[in-house]
């Protein structure tokens, strides 16, 4: 049930339409920090999220209760641009920001000229109150939730549970019932995790970079604390932090992977000894350590790499990127050497 993104929307368009589009909207940017709007201004604009994350806060929100976190394809401002009434809460980008925005001035003009415009609005917000519904059922404290992930998305399941301030385990398996992922909350704060072979931190950001369809979820308070976590499996960040870095490399890792997108291509060494020199990429010396020893002799691919491999696919995709441009690599397919040269968008 879950629907398309605003890009995936925009393909189903006529040349005309999209110009349209086009013609009737704009791209804005903001910093990481910047605020989009304030409570009581004038709701002139509706938003769609094309990369990173916003916080929503109710102007009346008490300290320190957990903001709304929306990330790449959410609407957020509609209820100011469709109702014509001020915005009754805040919103500030935790991350780079990139939305497409569209005045409530434009929308008869755009009613008129992409009239699908307005379903797929309709579509989103739908999906959005069926979640927030199924999700908010509970007959008492004792929170349980459970459903299908081609109905759900993971960050609207992971902030249900962090602003309950539930207690339990998150169980997501795979269309065969196979455990896929487990994590536990407590007191809504993400405490241990297990996602396949990965553990801890490596673990939350794997479960957040692929969308896991056909695959299901269930979330329990009856499982006792750190029950079958082992060692390195702890999760220190706060539950706000570990998600808004979770979506700002889910949008880096998609661009990574559409570039390097040929999963049979292999890594073949071109130096003998690594050097990493980069002072903006020090993080991940761990990995191209790693990564270096397992494929100093031995030809893999990126999926090779992952199952041997303790990082996420972000942090291995990123190195091998970085390592394929300082010539350490070559991408290898079919017996010729193929370059990933294109820019990162950052």
């Given at each position: 049930?879950?629907?398309?993104?605003?890009?995936?929307?925009?393909?189903?368009?006529?040349?005309?339409?999209?110009?349209?589009?086009?013609?009737?909207?704009?791209?804005?940017?903001?910093?990481?920090?910047?605020?989009?709007?304030?409570?009581?201004?004038?709701?002139?604009?509706?938003?769609?999220?094309?990369?990173?994350?916003?916080?929503?806060?109710?102007?009346?929100?008490?300290?320190?209760?957990?903001?709304?976190?929306?990330?790449?394809?959410?609407?957020f401002g509609e209820t100011g641009a469709l109702?014509?009434?001020?915005?009754?809460?805040?919103?500030?980008?935790?991350?780079?920001?990139?939305?497409?925005?569209?005045?409530?001035?434009?929308?008869?003009?755009?009613?008129?000229?992409?009239?699908?415009?307005?379903?797929?609005?309709?579509?989103?917000?739908?999906?959005?109150?069926?979640?927030?519904?199924?999700?908010?059922?509970?007959?008492?404290?004792?929170?349980?939730?459970?459903?299908?992930?081609?109905?759900?998305?993971?960050?609207?399941?992971?902030?249900?549970?962090?602003?309950?301030?539930?207690?339990?385990?998150?169980?997501?398996?795979?269309?065969q019932g196979e455990t896929i992922s487990t994590f536990y909350f407590e007191k809504g704060a993400p405490r241990w995790g297990r996602f396949q072979h990965l553990s801890g931190e490596e673990a939350f950001w794997q479960l957040f970079l692929h969308e896991h369809r056909s695959a299901s979820f269930f979330f329990s308070n009856q499982t006792p604390v750190g029950a079958g976590f082992g060692e390195g499996s702890a999760l220190t960040r706060g539950a706000d932090e570990i998600l808004i870095n979770a979506i700002s490399m889910r949008d880096q890792f998609d661009d990574l992977r559409k570039r390097m997108r040929n999963q049979s291509a292999k890594l073949k060494r071109q130096q003998l000894n690594l050097t990493w020199d980069n002072p903006q990429l020090q993080d991940l010396r761990p990995v191209a350590e790693e990564i270096w020893q397992l494929a100093y002799n031995d030809e893999l691919t990126l999926d090779q790499l992952h199952s041997r491999s303790g990082f996420c696919d972000w942090k291995i995709y990123k190195t091998v990127d970085h390592m394929v441009r300082a010539g350490l690599?070559?991408?290898?397919?079919?017996?010729?050497?193929?370059?990933?040269?294109?820019?990162?968008?950052?």
């Open positions: 049930m879950l629907q398309r993104d605003f890009f995936a929307f925009c393909k189903s368009l006529r040349l005309t339409e999209l110009k349209a589009i086009g013609a009737l909207s704009q791209v804005k940017h903001f910093a990481e920090q910047d605020m989009v709007y304030s409570a009581r201004d004038e709701g002139e604009e509706l938003f769609i999220i094309n990369r990173g994350g916003v916080e929503l806060r109710p102007h009346n929100a008490l300290p320190g209760s957990p903001a709304r976190v929306l990330s790449r394809g959410d609407i109702l014509g009434l001020p915005r009754d809460h805040t919103a500030r980008a935790c991350a780079a920001l990139s939305v497409q925005c569209f005045r409530r001035n434009d929308f008869p003009e755009l009613m008129q000229r992409v009239p699908a415009f307005f379903h797929f609005v309709a579509e989103k917000l739908a999906s959005r109150l069926f979640q927030v519904r199924e999700l908010g059922r509970s007959p008492n404290s004792a929170l349980e939730l459970s459903g299908s992930l081609d109905n759900f998305d993971i960050v609207t399941i992971y902030q249900t549970i962090i602003q309950s301030m539930q207690t339990g385990l998150l169980t997501i398996a795979d269309e690599f070559a991408l290898e397919t079919d017996g010729k050497e193929e370059r990933e040269l294109a820019e990162v968008s950052e």
